[in-house]
């Protein structure tokens, strides 16, 4: 086996294929190690068609910088692979007023501590300017021009076809089952049904919902949940839900936050964040759809958006990887400067795929970034991870 600069693990998800294309453009020598058989896929987090992707984020002021330059790289990457990946709808946040830390006090705090451009609507005059919306009475509403969708299976292709044609090798069907550094500091890794080993200066591991078997300090973090999501044929007019006429929508109220897209091939989508809170292993998730499923999502298609709540024409089990606050986890592993973790979900993770790559293959190749990611870092001390740190101060897991 040859030596590689960087091997990245998840080369075919969402922050893998990311961190691919900008190693190898960067001129590194590159090998990506894929679980699956071909990639983008539907194991993971990233299947369903759509991504929203917004400015304005309630979750964390920190993350705006980081969305500014993921907007420009995902434009970029637009053009370099000649594919449509990111269509601008504009966003809604939308809640009761009475909601304590709603959406839309957040995005509206958001926008004005950013200076980000938004209008703040009455509940008449969104379902004046976007039919397919029913916001009640008493909603605050805020809208983002710039909010949109990304598709995210040809967002991943692009990022793997623009790592390919620098260079980066990409093996699938190798899972990584061991990991580890060498006396002299290279890593080394052991994928697939042959236990193959290769070996780096550097080691990214990305593997989303398989992250605490990689990194078994981490596990008391990291909480794997399954998530639905449900397309509903469209009863009324079809052109109110189209994307010309229906920026996605974030909302919530006292039952939790729903989060919905134009309508696309299969018809009108909505989730809602951590869906049933049902806890999985990750090749465990159970993808049979069941009548509590749609009526999770149902009630909300009625309440906000009735002109899309016909049949269920199709629905996705997928996973998120939630830590207690919801922010990542981006960070140089605390015993190994060679080696860097990822997990970029909490179910919002994917409009920060095109950044987080870029942040990767800085913090691989110089050990830091410019980009502001400390909030971020396991060393920030958030909520339930000093209890994670120690876990990293004991010695080596016997086996990765
Ligand atoms: C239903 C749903 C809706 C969402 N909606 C949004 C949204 O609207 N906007 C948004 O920004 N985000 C959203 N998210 C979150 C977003 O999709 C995730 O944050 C993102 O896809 C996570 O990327 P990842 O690279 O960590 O995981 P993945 O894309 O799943 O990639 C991980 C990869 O690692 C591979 N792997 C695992 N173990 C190994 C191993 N041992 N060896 C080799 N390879 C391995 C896997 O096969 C996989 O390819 C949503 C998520 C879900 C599930």
Known sequence: MGHYDVIVV??????????????????????????????????????????????????????????????????????????????????????????????????????????????????????????????????????????????????IAAHLAGAAAAGAEVLYGAAVTRWGVEPGGQVSVQAGPDAQTHTADRLILAPGAWLPRLVPELKSLLTVERQVVGWFDIEGDASHFSPDSFPVAVLDDETGMFYAFPADAHGFKIGKMHHRRQVTEPDALDRAIVPEDEATLRVAVQRYFP????????????????????????????????????????????????????????????????????????????KGQAAVLEEFGKQEPASA
């Not at 860097?340 to 920060?352: E, N």
Request: net charge negative; with cysteine; proline share 7%.
């Open 10 to 155: 998840g080369a075919g998800g969402t922050m893998g294929s990311s961190a691919m294309y900008h190693l190898a453009r960067s001129g590194s020598k590159v090998l990506g190690l894929e679980a699956q058989p071909q990639a983008p896929h539907t194991a993971g987090s990233h299947h369903g068609l759509t991504r929203i992707i917004r400015l304005a984020y309630a979750e964390h002021p920190c993350y705006v910088p980081l969305l500014k330059r993921a907007f420009e790289l995902w434009r970029q990457l637009e053009v370099e692979s000649g594919q449509d990946l990111l269509k601008e709808t504009g966003c809604i946040n939308m809640s009761p007023k009475s909601l304590p830390d709603s959406c839309f006090k957040g995005a509206q705090a958001s926008a004005q501590l950013h200076g980000l451009t938004h209008e703040v609507l009455t509940p008449a005059e969104l379902q004046g300017r976007c039919p397919g919306y029913a916001p009640p009475e008493d909603f605050q509403i805020i809208l983002e021009p710039v909010g949109g969708v990304l598709c995210p299976e040809r967002c």
């Open 307 to 382: 002109g899309a709540a016909g049949r269920l024409n199709h629905a996705a089990a997928c996973l998120f990887t939630n830590t207690p606050d919801e922010d990542f986890v981006i960070d140089v592993h605390p015993r190994h400067p060679q080696v860097i973790i990822c997990s970029a979900c909490s179910g919002h993770g994917f409009k920060f795929g095109s950044v987080i790559g870029e942040v990767l293959k800085d913090l691989a190749l110089t050990g830091g970034t410019s980009l502001d990611i400390d909030f971020l870092r396991l060393s920030s001390l958030r």
